[in-house]
Structure formats: structure tokens, C-alpha cells
């Protein structure tokens, strides 16, 4: 049973590109979330996808875009990027109904570094 | 959600048992506590939850005073692998047919020597 799975591992870009990580979630969840994780910090969240819409939103700028596809796959599109944005970024998925008993799993993260 | 407070790091023998404590005084009646660890490089795993009762699994055990305000993670025989950041979460159990979101804090580091 595969886990979730994110790609790419890692990526390199400059200030002002626009990048697309891709997220694959744990097979029977329907529900991605994204979290940004800079250095010696932990998780924050950025949105949650499910039903193809963005449902919630944490505290982050319009240049933070995302999408859900038909089989709950999801990306986050970064726009215009800055140096602050080098993060790990990790999905979590889940099942909209699963209730507490049925915690989000994670992938292993994509590593964004903008030099 | 309610805020937890956890001490930044720790230190344990291997073989021994890992009492990582977590302060959440502020937690209301239908918060859960959450415990996840991420080891390095890797993302978040998750270990254990609960809502009042003590709880076990085959990774840990959570103990929760009975006032609600404090919980403790215990690894039973910590290992060199069990060396990872250990996150504290409460939030509010599911409500209604809406997803939740996680509020991480910074962790306690856990240091399982050899």
C-alpha cells in the first residue's frame, strides 16, 4: 500500500520563477493538505484540497496556488518566488469523513531551494 | 486549537524509556492530543492520539492527567532510530464533515545516546 508521494525530492530555482510540486495521496484518502516547513521550524499549513476546491487557507499570499485532480492527486504552484520561500514542503493526506481515529500521513516532502 | 508548550530537547540512554512531557492547559473538552516525530530529511510521522484515556500502540504509550492540561509520550525502550523531532498537537476533533488542519509548534529534540 503506497504511502503518499510527492515529487520532485528536490528543486533548485531563482527569484521571480513560478514552480508546480505534485502530490499523490495515500490510496482511500481524498483529502491533500500542504505544509511549509522552513528550517528548524515546524509545519505550517497552507491550504487543503478536497472535492477539487481549496477548502481552508492558512496565512499565506496569493502567490500560493493550488489544484486537486478527479483521482485526489494535487499540486501547489508558486508564483513570483522569493528567497524566503526555500522550505521543505510536505502533503498530508486524508479521508474527509475518517474523523480522529484516522490521522493525516505524510509524504516525505519536496525541498525548494531559490537561490 | 488549542497552544502546547514542549521543551526544546531531550536527552535518553538507548534501552531506556523516553518521557517526553507536553503542557496544553488551554485544551478544551473536544480537543484531541496529537503526537507526531519527524526524523530528519523525512516528513512527519505520526504515533499516537487521544482524547482523555491512556492509550498504547505498538510505537509508544500516551499518558493524559486527568485535568486534561498535560500529556507525556513514553517510548518504552528508545532506540538510536528513535532519534527525531517530536511534535505536541491539539485540535479539535472533527466536526461536521470538515477536514482539519495541524498547527505545528517547534518540537522537543529528542537525542537517543548510545
Known amino acids: 500500500d503506497a504511502g503518499v508521494t510527492q515529487s520532485p525530492t528536490h528543486l533548485i530555482k531563482t527569484r521571480g520563477q513560478q514552480v508546480t510540486l505534485r502530490c499523490s495521496p495515500k490510496s482511500g484518502h481524498d483529502t491533500v493538505s500542504w505544509y511549509q516547513q522552513a528550517l528548524g521550524q515546524g509545519p505550517q499549513f497552507i491550504f487543503q484540497?478536497?472535492?477539487?476546491?481549496?477548502?481552508q487557507r492558512g496565512n499565506f499570499p496569493d502567490r500560493f496556488s493550488g489544484h486537486q485532480y478527479p483521482n485526489y492527486s494535487s499540486e501547489l504552484n508558486v508564483n513570483a518566488l522569493l528567497l524566503g520561500d526555500s522550505a521543505l514542503y510536505l502533503c498530508?493526506?486524508?479521508?474527509?469523513?475518517?474523523?480522529?481515529?484516522?490521522?493525516?500521513?505524510f509524504g516525505d516532502g519536496t525541498r525548494l531551494s531559490i537561490l | 486549537d488549542a497552544k502546547t508548550t514542549q521543551p526544546p530537547s531531550m536527552d535518553c540512554a538507548e534501552g531506556r524509556a523516553a518521557n517526553l512531557p507536553c503542557n496544553h492547559s488551554?485544551?478544551?473538552?473536544?480537543?484531541?492530543v496529537y503526537w507526531y516525530r519527524q526524523i530528519h530529511s523525512q516528513g512527519p510521522q505520526y504515533i499516537i492520539h487521544?482524547?482523555?484515556n491512556n492509550e498504547t500502540n505498538e510505537m509508544a504509550s500516551l499518558i493524559i492527567t486527568e485535568d486534561r492540561k498535560s500529556s507525556t509520550l513514553i517510548l518504552p525502550h528508545a532506540t538510536l532510530r528513535d532519534t527525531a523531532v517530536y511534535y505536541c498537537i491539539v485540535r479539535v476533533a472533527w466536526v461536521g464533515g470538515s477536514n482539519y488542519k495541524l498547527t505545528f509548534g517547534k518540537g522537543t529534540l529528542l537525542t537517543v545516546n548510545p
Open positions: 498530508a493526506s486524508s479521508h474527509r469523513y475518517g474523523g480522529p481515529n484516522q490521522p493525516q500521513h
Open positions: 487521544g482524547l482523555k
Open positions: 488551554t485544551i478544551s473538552g473536544n480537543e484531541y
Open positions: 484540497y478536497y472535492e477539487e476546491e481549496e477548502r
